[in-house]
């Protein structure tokens, strides 16, 4: 009998790979869930000036379901030639670096490869600039599309003022805050326009060029950054994250839940480097999902969602989860989460976005007795595909912040008590394989 479901299982599997490599292009395939998700940088040059020009520099996050949270994104490239900034509006350069050649104006940043972060919210109001001023807090394209730009301002010296002397700066680079982003060279592009504020007159830049970066998890983090759980009402097993599942190297610094530290005042002050102080757990994630099949009405069923946070040195603001799931296309109501369907294959409806509430659950506290969020998911159930065996009523991807979560070996799911069992491997069993490859097929 197990012998049978594992081999069933592994069918599924393949028809899943063969699924996926018939439509991800394996060029652009960084993220199946969101296929043309990217950053955009666009610099439009506004004015030359004496030795120079005046340049809007514009950050799109065009990614689904990946934001940039607090401290916010760090920009950095290299000059081609000897340029410096000699001033900037809505953001600023880390670093001024060696301007000793300078006498009477002293530029902004003579570094050859300058590092650009945000100014805060509270900036002088004569230093913001549009979208700027944000911290350099971006949200997702899915989530929010009028909060996911910042720009800035920067006047750059000793580079060309023309269109054919001025020299593409180069090696961008985007922090957002951690690594994982890849940025590609500057390419110049047709100018953008610009509409003025009444819409009656449209400038145009005199120069753009266009770069854009890519997230890959594999540059962000060697291990998985959180996992999910399952449980099931027809089950008393709870299945666990696997042990270990985002590394066990610093499981000697983790803190049990009611260890006496914890009272320790500064315990959850976060650290400069955003080094995590984990709860101690098999699993060792800073994150974990629960989705626990709930409820199996007539023509509904109902699952709740749990995300738990076991860092007690991380608030996570403006969180996203992202499920695949097949049913997910019959999304009935779901209970004090937002969500989102998202469609990054246009025919297939099987992924979404949940999102906090703002002002109620939109802020994923540190770990402890508060550092959780919970919802309740209803979806009408498809007769000719829903069903309770195989572990089908659970997720088949997973993301927390745009990082895909480790989900526990299809082999551990909870198997429907024995006569359900005895039902669907006796008679139906052929025709259930000639249903799921239908399925899976359209
Ligand atoms: C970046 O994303 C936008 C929006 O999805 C898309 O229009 C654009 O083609 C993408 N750019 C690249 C280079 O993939
Ligand atoms: C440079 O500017 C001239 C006009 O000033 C324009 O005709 C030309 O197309 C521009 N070249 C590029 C590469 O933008
Ligand atoms: C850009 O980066 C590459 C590889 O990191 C390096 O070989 C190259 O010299 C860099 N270019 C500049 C102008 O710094
Ligand atoms: C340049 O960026 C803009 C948005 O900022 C986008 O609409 C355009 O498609 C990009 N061009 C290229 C060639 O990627
Ligand atoms: C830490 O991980 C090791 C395996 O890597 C394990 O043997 C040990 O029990 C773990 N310690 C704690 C406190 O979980
Ligand atoms: C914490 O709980 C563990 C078991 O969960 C127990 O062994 C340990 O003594 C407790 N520590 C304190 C300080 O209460
Ligand atoms: C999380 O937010 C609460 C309330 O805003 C704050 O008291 C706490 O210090 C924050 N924790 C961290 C780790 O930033
Ligand atoms: C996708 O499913 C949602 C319900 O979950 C529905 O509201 C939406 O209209 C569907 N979109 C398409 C294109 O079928
Ligand atoms: C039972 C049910 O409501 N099925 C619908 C699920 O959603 C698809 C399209 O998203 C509809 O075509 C089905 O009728």
């Not at 607090?70 to 350069?93: C, D």
């Amino acid at each position: 009998m197990l012998q049978q479901s594992h081999s069933f299982i592994e069918l599924k599997f393949i028809f899943l790979a063969v699924l996926c490599c018939t439509i991800i292009s394996p060029a652009a395939a960084y993220d199946p869930l969101d296929p043309n998700g990217n950053v955009s940088i666009r610099w439009d040059v506004m004015s030359w000036t004496t030795d120079g020009y005046v340049a809007a520099v514009t950050i799109n996050n065009f990614q689904l379901f990946r934001h940039f949270m607090s401290p916010g994104w760090t920009m950095g490239w290299t000059w081609a030639k000897k340029e410096i900034i000699w001033s900037m509006l809505g953001a600023q350069a880390t670093e001024q670096g060696d301007c000793s050649k300078f006498k009477i104006n002293i530029p902004h940043s003579c570094k050859r490869n300058p590092t650009v972060v945000d100014l805060l919210p509270d900036a002088p109001f004569n230093q913001q600039f549009t979208n700027c001023c944000k911290g350099g807090v971006l949200a997702s394209w899915g989530q929010d599309p009028s909060a996911s730009v910042a720009a800035f301002q920067i006047s750059v010296g000793l580079s060309g003022t023309s269109n054919k002397t001025v020299k593409l700066p180069k090696n961008f680079t985007l922090l957002g805050p951690g690594p994982g982003y890849t940025c590609g060279p500057g390419k110049v592009v047709p100018s953008s326009h610009f509409l003025s504020a009444d819409g009656r007159r449209k400038a145009q830049a005199l120069m753009t060029w266009n770069v854009t970066c890519t997230y890959s998890k594999f540059l962000a983090s060697k291990n998985p950054s959180c996992c999910v759980s399952l449980s099931s009402f027809y089950s008393t097993k709870i299945i666990p994250c696997p042990a270990c599942v985002c590394g066990c190297q610093s499981n000697s610094t983790c803190i049990m839940s009611n260890s006496t530290l914890l009272q320790k005042p500064g315990i959850n002050t976060p650290r400069k480097d955003n080094a995590p102080l984990l709860q101690c757990t098999k699993h060792m994630c800073p994150v974990r999902i629960h989705w626990h099949l709930k409820l199996n009405y007539e023509a509904y069923w109902r699952v709740k969602i749990a995300i738990t946070n076991f860092n007690f040195r991380r608030n996570y603001s403006q969180w996203t989860l992202v499920v695949q799931h097949p049913n997910l296309n019959n999304v009935t109501q779901v209970f004090s989460f937002n969500y989102k369907s998202l469609l990054p294959y246009q025919s297939i409806n099987d992924t979404g976005m949940f999102y906090g509430m703002k002002f109620y659950n939109d802020y994923l506290m540190e770990a402890g007795p508060y550092g959780n969020v919970q919802s309740e998911l209803l979806m009408q159930k498809d007769k000719s595909t829903f069903t309770l065996r195989q572990g089908w009523g659970f997720p088949r991807r997973v993301y927390f912040n745009g990082d895909e979560c480790m989900l526990p070996p299809p082999d551990q799911y909870p198997f429907l008590p024995n006569s359900a069992r005895l039902y669907t491997f006796g008679t139906s069993k052929v025709t259930a394989y000639a249903l799921l490859i239908m399925w899976w097929m359209w």
